[in-house]
């Protein structure tokens, strides 16, 4: 029996139809190819290769198997050879390139090198796999998890950018931009992310779609209307770039917050709306024109598949996509279906650890053993301790604060995990032998504390907002928590770490993205998909592409504000310090996007700057913070743009309305932000550690603590106290040059003295590159001061269990439904958050019983006495005021 594609192709659209009745003629399929027959095994033999079921209801195959197959039978044995070569070694230090696949990739290239033509005689079934990955490699992806969320052709006919999608865009960009800046100064912070605003946009545009009646106007041969018709995956997916865009809050917040609260800096004249506004939009805009960079590094390669924008589109599928009745390892739920069971059991569970059983939230269980026993807190204790406690929490909120189980790749939460745990241990060495004094204050504290184990109090060696030394003298110098020794140190490294192992590791990637930006200079007119053969590129050739001088434009534009803000306002920051972190952005900014495409993990410039601003203006800290935000800011805002630009990529979305849909929704989300900003400001208490709503802002206090060692005191004085972390930065080019001679250099090598061996040399070497060493560093960066492993421990689990076991076992199940789950969960626990805050939290209405109090009793809340007390004589710690 042989089947018709294009027949199969109207099949497809009916079940369609039959999910949203409409006119037949918006639905028309963009498959434009001749007529196609496939034999009925080849489809199956597809089907079950891609983890493919076919209906429950007729036995059909969805499109994309359809497609995949057609694209099988005219693939040839030569062609697929050709291809998959050149795909292998493409792929070969590429650790998300699942290694069952290489292997089996590599025993056919084996079969197929010495005579194709004898090999065919031989196997027909090595013949169709080859000619299989051949297919997956030039139609579609190699990485199963983007094969579970885009489609190997592009829906051409249907609705794209329509005025729903900037009015619901920008309604919930404002909402979400509202709710996160609220909440990121709690501990753990909530968020209304990109999931949440993706189910809430749904019926939004469903509402539209049906409650509108068709009326427009022809112009220039378009038509508009008031109902352009079906609310399609498109315009949900460009809506909710909007939010993407937006989703996180301005940096700047901290800047604004540490300025203008009594308990920081107290500088009134920071909560001007004016100047928040301007300080936000050169922050955010800048870092756009350098996504243009980016796109060649980023975006257009294979290998940067962003990890992190992948249940985006999984949400999107579930949503939108045809529901099939099929049946996968058993389960038979649609997509949509167990999006909304996981969302109702999640919205419903977060109320039982977030309000009614706190104990569950924050399961210090191990204090209650001995609630005043120091050192149990000190290593157990979740909230002043450093969690080494095995069942931390049962909240997903808290488990997954700092790390995603199932959108981060298994090696990345393993690995971040393990540098975590080291940092841990190396903490406790440092506090328990009182080395630099750590063994007088709070282990792991994100706090600067004085000679005496107090709080440092800033104001006390300020006269003019500059740093006076003869107060300083009479005062104190400020000291670190060994918890936040161990995270500057390691923070220290990780620059000439990441940019020595990332370019010599990736040095072809770097090397194509400068010789392709320098040719797009050259040849202004030549398309920015020259040269590119993956099906996505092609696929997007035929929209207009957005010029690079757009993005080089906006940037200097936002320059030219941002000389602006240090001219008008009292920012005590030179302009050449705007042009310094432009170029200390330039450098690092490739090699850490590169990183962050690969591994979901994020580097940033913030200790970089401060420390060579510190050196270079010392003593002035409002100088300090500003370069600190462009840079962080800069970076961050161009990789998140980049990343938009990725998921346009997978869903063939027009570049050009991305670029402006950018624009508008950074813009919406700075405004609200800055709104929401002047509303906290009057709240009392406000990032004091007693504050009942949590409102603690521990990344507010990590910034103004940074602030007054590198800006206010001066790298000068820290170094001369912790003199281990100026060598932190050889440390880590050493490391660098170490792990690529190792996991690189060394093997190649071996296999020239063992070629008898280079097999298993081989097998050995991908199994060590699982492990980067980035990772391992930045687990101890992010893993401590304030936070500590009960941040981690749930989510080390959770991805055990579905990244290790569920996806190692049951890969079709997972492609299904596990993205749609981690969305799932997170969206319910957003808007049960919400509705807890302002129902029984703001106005309190607390439960008072053992299982809310429990958490609090003892010296893991109240605070845990110093392992050393302060010596009576002569009254403080450290060395004397002639030695600061």
Known sequence: ??????????????????????DEDELQSDVQVEVVEVEEHLLEWMGAKLGIPPSDMDGGYPREVHFMAEKLAEMSLEKALELVKTNYDYHDHDNNFRHEYRMEIKGLLDIFKD???????????????IRYWATIFDWWSPYPEVRSVTDPFDETDTTVETWRVWVLGTIWVAISAFVNQFFSVRLPAITLDASVCQLLLYPCGRLLQYALPDWGFRFRGKRYTLNPGIWSQKEQLLATVMVTCANGTPYITSNVITQALPIFYNQKWASDYGYQFVFMLTTQMIGFGMSGLLKRVAVYPVKAMWPSLLPTLAVNKALLAPNRKESINGWKISRYNFFMVIFAVSFLYFWVPNYLMNFMQTFNWMTWISPRNADLAIVTGSIEGLGFNPIPTFDWNQATALLAPITLPLYTSVTGFCGALFGGLVILALYYSNNSWTGYISINSNRLFDNKGEVFNVTRILTDYRFDRDKYLAYSTPYYSAGNLVAYSAN??????????????DWRAMKDAIVDTAKAVRY??????????DPYSRYMRKHKEVPDWWFYLVMIIMFVLSVVLVEVWPVDTPVWCIVFVIGLVAVFIIPFTVFLSYTATELTLNVLSELMIGYALPGRFMALNLVKALSVQIAQQAQAYTKDQKLTHYAHLPPRTIFWLQLWATLVNGVVAMGVIQFQLGQEKLCEPDNKMKFTCPEQTTFFTASVAWGVIGPKKMFNK??????????????GLFFFFVQVTMPKLMVRWFPKHADRIDFYRRKFLYFNPLIFVMGIVDGWSPYNLTYKVGGLYLALVFNGYIKGRYLAWWRKYAYVMEAAIVTGIALSAIIIFFSVQYNPKDLDWWGNSVVNAGYDSEGIPPNVQVPEDPGYFGPPPSEW
């Open 1 to 22: 029996m042989k089947i018709n594609v294009i027949e199969a192709a109207k099949h497809a659209k009916e079940l369609w139809l039959k999910k949203d009745p409409r």
């Open 492 to 505: 220290f490294s990780i620059f000439t770490f990441s940019f020595v192992y990332t370019i010599l590791t």
């Open 722 to 735: 912790y003199p281990v972390m100026k060598w932190m930065f050889l440390f880590g080019a050493c490391a």
């Open 115 to 129: 005579s194709p033509v004898e090999s065919e005689k031989e196997d027909p079934e090595n013949i169709l796999l």
């Open 524 to 533: 202004i007119h030549r398309s920015n998909y020259y040269g590119k053969v």
